[in-house]
Structures are given as structure tokens and as C-alpha cells.
């Protein structure tokens, strides 16, 4: 049963993105967090895996792109949040690619089995619809993480944002190249660059703060070698706080299972409604006119519309005692 809780000095782990142009220091970034649980969809972080100096904070690396290893795996850290302290995803681009790509087969297989063009095919409402509710999955299992104190690094690609002006294509800015509006999901958004420096032909690293709830930088901050370090006080800070009681990782599980009883007692009621309907007006015709007045009285455009479940149900109750 949902209910309200006081303010409280809580555990509370980040949700961190980082996105930006190819070798630019992401994936080192995260390896600087404490006791991590990789997941590497792109099969780039071994080159670090021999490197003492870069692999002494791994616990744990999991090589696959499939969105349900990944899902099982997150099941498995929020099932023991004391084994690891940050979860990262390298890159997260690739996976949400992974499942419109697996969408897409789908699609095609479908073509295939009613002998149309594969060449047509394209991914249906449905097959977005599982997209949207697989991110919906992730988006919630790192909530949930992140209520259990660990902390989330997503790596990301950068997509160009370009704009006409003049009938030309400028570049204006840069996003991720995930989901739309995924930066919403995370505490801190930062956008990684390189700049080579003239004196000694050697490139620096940075990023840049879009975004950072936790107020230690400024929006527009750039940040060189960015790492633990620069967020560090306030992670340690907070696990030290109480552990909440959420369930952000069964919403979806639980929002399913009450949608499926509802539909089933809208079943049976709406069956319920066809008998009596038919047993009271093969007893009097008149019957028919008063049910039709129930039914608009109560708002009910429809007993086949699940949307007027609660006035069918007291049209039913009516019927009942004519």
C-alpha cells in the first residue's frame, strides 16, 4: 500500500550520463568510480581489463548487448545494492540500438510469414511500444538503484544537432544519441570533448556540466580528467543516510498485473451486463428503454468500453433489482 514518508537524510546513489565524440574519456571516467559493474555493449572496455592502474576498481564486467541480460543483471545488483557501489552501462547507445534492431527483425520475420516485401517493412506501433516500455524497465531499475545507494553511469554516443540557415546545414549542438528525452532520467549530464593543445600537440580531456542537480558545478562548468573525485563528497555523503523503502523496480510489473485484473473483471462484468440485458428485455421490452437511461445516466457510452468500467458496474447492480 502506497503511502507518504517524512524527510529524512537518505542513502541516495547518482544517476549519471556522459556522452560525447569517440575517445574523448568516457569510458575512463567511469572506471574511476568505486566498485563497479560494467556492463560493455561494445566489447571496448578490455583493453583496460589487463591495465592494473585502470581495472583496480572492477568487480565485475558482463560482455552482452542483450537488453534482457542487462535487465537480469540490474535484477541481480538491486537484489544485493551492498555488493557494488556504481553500475555503468558502455555504451547505451548501442543497447537502445540493439532493441530497435531486434524490433525490426521481428517486423521482417512477420513479412516473411505473410509473404510480403521485407523491403517494406518498417517497426509497427507495437514494436515501439515494447522500445518504450523496455526503456521504461531500465529507467526504473536504476531508480531503484539509485534508492538502494548505488550510483548509475550511463555512456552514451553524441548525435549532431543540425539547423537550415540559409539553405545550409549548420551544426548548432550536440545531444545523446539515445532515447528522446533521456536526459531528464539522470541527476548529471555531461558532455565530453577533446582539445588538442597547440604548445605541446598533445590532446586534454573535458566535459562539460549540462546539467547537475546535486549543485557542486555550475551549468556550463568544464571540467578537465573528469572522475570520481569531482563528485566523490557528495556520494559518500549520502550513502551514509537510511535506506528507503521504494519499488520503483516491480511499478511496471505490478502496474501490468492490476491492468490484467482489470481487464479480467471488465470481462466478466460486461458479460454480466449481456445476460441480464437479454433476460430483462425477453421479459419486458420495455426493460430495453430503461437500461438505455441507466447507461447514459451513469456515463456509459458503451459496455464494451473498459473506460466506463465503474458506471457499467453500478448499471449492472441497477439491473439487478428491476
Not at 545550409?168 to 536526459?183: A, D, N, T, V
Amino acid at each position: 500500500m502506497a503511502n507518504f514518508r517524512k524527510p529524512m537524510q537518505r542513502s541516495q546513489g547518482l544517476k549519471i550520463l556522459g556522452y560525447g565524440e569517440d575517445g574523448s574519456g568516457k569510458s575512463w571516467s567511469a572506471l574511476t568510480f568505486p566498485k563497479l559493474a560494467i556492463i560493455d555493449t561494445e566489447s571496448k572496455l578490455g583493453v583496460y581489463e589487463n591495465n592494473e592502474e585502470k581495472n583496480k576498481n572492477i568487480l565485475g564486467i558482463a560482455d552482452t548487448v542483450s537488453y534482457y541480460d542487462v535487465i537480469e543483471l540490474m535484477e541481480k545488483v538491486v537484489a544485493n545494492p551492498k555488493t557494488f557501489s556504481t553500475f555503468v552501462i558502455d555504451s547505451e547507445t548501442n543497447l537502445y540500438e540493439s532493441m530497435q534492431v531486434s524490433m525490426m527483425e521481428v517486423e521482417e520475420a512477420r513479412a516473411k510469414r505473410k509473404k510480403s516485401s521485407i523491403d517494406d517493412a518498417t517497426v509497427s506501433m507495437r514494436g515501439w511500444g515494447k522500445v518504450k516500455l523496455n526503456n521504461s524497465r531500465l529507467k526504473n531499475l536504476k531508480a531503484q538503484m539509485s534508492a538502494d545507494g548505488v550510483t548509475i553511469v550511463s555512456i552514451a554516443h553524441k548525435k549532431d544537432i543540425f539547423e537550415e540557415i540559409n539553405g545550409k546545414q549548420i551544426k548548432i549542438g550536440e545531444m545523446p544519441e539515445l532515447k528522446k528525452g533521456s536526459k531528464h532520467d539522470y541527476d548529471i549530464v555531461l558532455r565530453f570533448f577533446k582539445k588538442k593543445d597547440i604548445g605541446t600537440g598533445e590532446y586534454k580531456f573535458f566535459a562539460e556540466v549540462e546539467k547537475d542537480t546535486t549543485g557542486t558545478y555550475r551549468m556550463g562548468t568544464q571540467l578537465e580528467n573528469v572522475s570520481y573525485e569531482n563528485w566523490k563528497e557528495y556520494i559518500e555523503r549520502n550513502k551514509k543516510g537510511k535506506p528507503i523503502k521504494s519499488s520503483y523496480d516491480n511499478a511496471i510489473k505490478e502496474t501490468i498485473t492490476t491492468a490484467e485484473e482489470e481487464e479480467k473483471n471488465f470481462e466478466e462484468l460486461s458479460s454480466e451486463f449481456v445476460k441480464l440485458f437479454k433476460d430483462l428485455k425477453d421479459k419486458d421490452e420495455k426493460n430495453k428503454e430503461l437500461i438505455t437511461n441507466l447507461l447514459k445516466v451513469n456515463n456509459v457510452e458503451s459496455y464494451k468500453d473498459p473506460n466506463c468500467f465503474d458506471g457499467l458496474k453500478i448499471v449492472v447492480e441497477k439491473m439487478k433489482e428491476i
